[in-house]
Every structure is written in structure tokens, then in C-alpha cells.
């Protein structure tokens, strides 16, 4: 299994408290992203890297920021968090998307609840 | 932009029957397709994938799945299938130059005795 660790793995806060989660990675892999999952929607991007302190949006990015200082962790920050961003976010890393060999390797999930 | 479409939903299998599950991308050139599956309460798992040659691909648990371009499908399929096989399964295109992939909403396998 990819060397992938998210913490916290459960969380509960309330509206409008910042919330920061964390990707470890062992890998050594260049690319990281931060997906949400949510009944209906299957996983939808928020932020991903692709290099240190190189990042990108995702198409549901608003409300979300992440920060990428050394190549083995992501972490993505809810500023202020809303009951719309209760949700499964999973972490994921790629040694070279977009070439012949690249594939996800996804880490097990944060379940946040904001209420 | 890539788009992936899993049309169904939910699916009920009895156990040790036959199971396609349907996925249709948007892409206008060729994709590199995936599918992944993820048992409740875990992170996903990859299956098989294709990025080019053979279009039918072997993957783990007995798996295999079919690229069709003329149909713009790759559907998954397995022989026979086990209670374990009950999950969620993801398909999600990417490309080459892409830094990420799409997926599909997924669909839930369950399995009947």
C-alpha cells in the first residue's frame, strides 16, 4: 500500500471555526490532490499540487486553500467552515499523472462534520 | 473537458452471476481510463486501467474491462461474482499532459445470496 497518512480522520467543529487537515506522504510522489466525496456526487477535486508550493484549483475549490512547504505533506485549510463542507475528504498522490504510468494512490479519508 | 458518466447508480447481483457496470467519458482525443472501488469506510482502490494497446485490460479480483472507442466506453466486467464484491465502484478518465482525473458518481454493487 502507498505511504499515505491523513489526519485528523474524524473530526467534528462548528460553523465557522478553521479547520485544517493533513496529507503524509512517504512516496516521494510529485502530485497531490484533496478530493471531497459526498452521496450523489462521487469525488469532486478541491486542490491539488504538483510540486512544492505549486498548486491549482479544482472545480469545487471555494472556501478551501492548501499549502504544499515540503514534498511529503498537503494540507488543506477550511478558513471558516460551513455545514456545506461536512464531508469525506480523501487525499490522493501520483508519481507522474498525465504520462503512461500515472494512476492514483488514495489515502483512507477525514469525515468531517461542521454543525 | 473530460466528463465521465456511470448511468447506473445502484446494482444488485446475485452471487455468482455475471457483472458489467457501464461507464461512457467525453474526451476528444485517447484517454487513459480507470476504475477504482472503494469497500465502505475505506479510501479507493485501483482495479485495472488503460492507456493503450490490448483494449481489453486484465485487472485484480478477477476483473477486466473493455475500451470501445467507436462507443466512447469502458466497461467493467467479471464472470462471477463474490459477496466481497460488494463496494462502490469509480470510473475516472484522465490524459496525457492532464495533471488530474475525472470520475464518475459511482455506482453501489450489492450482492444478493
Known amino acids: 500500500d502507498a505511504g499515505i497518512t491523513q489526519s485528523p480522520r474524524h473530526k467534528v467543529t462548528e460553523t465557522g471555526t478553521p479547520v485544517t487537515l493533513r496529507c503524509h506522504q512517504t512516496?516521494?510522489?510529485?502530485?497531490m490532490y484533496w478530493y471531497r466525496q459526498d452521496p450523489g456526487h462521487g469525488l469532486r477535486l478541491i486542490h491539488y499540487?504538483?510540486?512544492?508550493?505549486?498548486?491549482d484549483k479544482g472545480e469545487v475549490s471555494d472556501g478551501y486553500s492548501v499549502s504544499r512547504s515540503k514534498t511529503e505533506d498537503f494540507l488543506l485549510t477550511l478558513e471558516s467552515a460551513t455545514s456545506s463542507q461536512t464531508s469525506v475528504y480523501f487525499c490522493?498522490?501520483?508519481?507522474?499523472?498525465?504520462?503512461?504510468?500515472?494512476?492514483?494512490?488514495f489515502g483512507e479519508g477525514s469525515r468531517l462534520t461542521v454543525l | 473537458a473530460q466528463s465521465v458518466t456511470q448511468p447506473d447508480i445502484h446494482i444488485t447481483v446475485s452471487e455468482g452471476a455475471s457483472l458489467e457496470l457501464r461507464c461512457n467519458y467525453s474526451?476528444?482525443?485517447?484517454?487513459?481510463l480507470f476504475w477504482y472501488v472503494q469497500s465502505p469506510g475505506q479510501g479507493l482502490q485501483l482495479l485495472l486501467k488503460?492507456?493503450?494497446?490490448?483494449?481489453l485490460v486484465q485487472g485484480i479480483k478477477g476483473f477486466e474491462a473493455e475500451f470501445k472507442r467507436s462507443q466512447s466506453s469502458f466497461n467493467l466486467r467479471k464472470p462471477s461474482v463474490h459477496w466481497s464484491d460488494a463496494a462502490e465502484y469509480f470510473c475516472?478518465?484522465?490524459?496525457?499532459?492532464?495533471?488530474?482525473?475525472?470520475f464518475g458518481k459511482g455506482t453501489m454493487l450489492l450482492v444478493s445470496p
Open positions: 475516472a478518465v484522465g490524459a496525457l499532459g492532464y495533471s488530474t482525473l475525472t
Open positions: 490522493a498522490i501520483s508519481e507522474s499523472m498525465g504520462r503512461n504510468t500515472g494512476e492514483l494512490f
Open positions: 512516496e516521494n510522489h510529485r502530485y
Open positions: 488503460y492507456f493503450s494497446g490490448d483494449t
Open positions: 499540487s504538483y510540486g512544492v508550493k505549486d498548486t
Open positions: 474526451y476528444g482525443a485517447t484517454p487513459y
